[in-house]
């Protein structure tokens, strides 16, 4: 059976319904690795944030808009110790938090299974929601990339939070790329 991978953003959820190896592995990195952010600091935050996306990966939450309104009342603003913090609670912060997170722990599932396949790079397609002038669609994008270099930089950022502006996917919280296997010729 070939492996399917998604082609940008909006794909992650079908795709990872066919594709059990990716999903497995996105519930394993989910369950196992720190979520880096202020949203989400406190440990019984982040775990809230965990189920909910294991929730929607396993299609127990049947949309991202779901997703969105789940995260905010169950992450409320109100039972944050950055409650009065407008800069992490500004409008949309909760799509920007499930969109970043589903996208990471795609990727970072995508990348860890390419490097245990022994793959050296992967290709990040174009996006058909990509912004034109932003930096991942500018110098990621219909591009050849190193899986170790993204996959460092990709937990460096969302995992570890030492954020920096070197080019890692997704890029920033509305990136639409996704990784997948170089096309074999």
């Known amino acids: 059976m070939e492996e399917i991978y998604a082609n940008d953003f909006f794909d992650i959820i079908v795709i990872v319904n066919k594709n059990a190896l990716i999903k497995d ?65 500004k409008t949309g912060w909760a799509e920007r938090l499930i969109r970043t997170q589903l996208s990471r722990f795609y990727n970072q599932a995508v990348l860890e299974i390419l490097i245990k396949k022994g793959e050296i790079n992967c290709y990040i397609p174009h996006s058909k929601f990509e912004k034109s002038d932003s930096n991942c669609s500018k110098f990621l994008s219909n591009s050849s990339q190193n899986v170790k270099i993204l996959l460092e930089r990709l937990v460096k950022n969302y995992e570890d939070g030492n954020w920096d502006n070197q080019l890692k996917i997704p890029n920033h919280p509305h990136c639409t790329h996704v990784i997948m296997p170089l096309k074999k010729e």
């Open 25 to 89: 592995k996105i519930v394993e990195l989910i369950n196992l690795k720190n979520i880096a952010g202020k949203v989400i600091e406190e440990k019984k935050r982040e775990l809230i944030l965990k189920k909910i996306l294991i929730n929607l990966i396993n299609n127990k939450i049947s949309s991202l808009e779901e997703a969105y309104k789940i995260t905010e009342t169950e992450l409320n603003q109100q039972s944050s110790k950055y409650k009065f913090d407008k800069n992490v609670f």
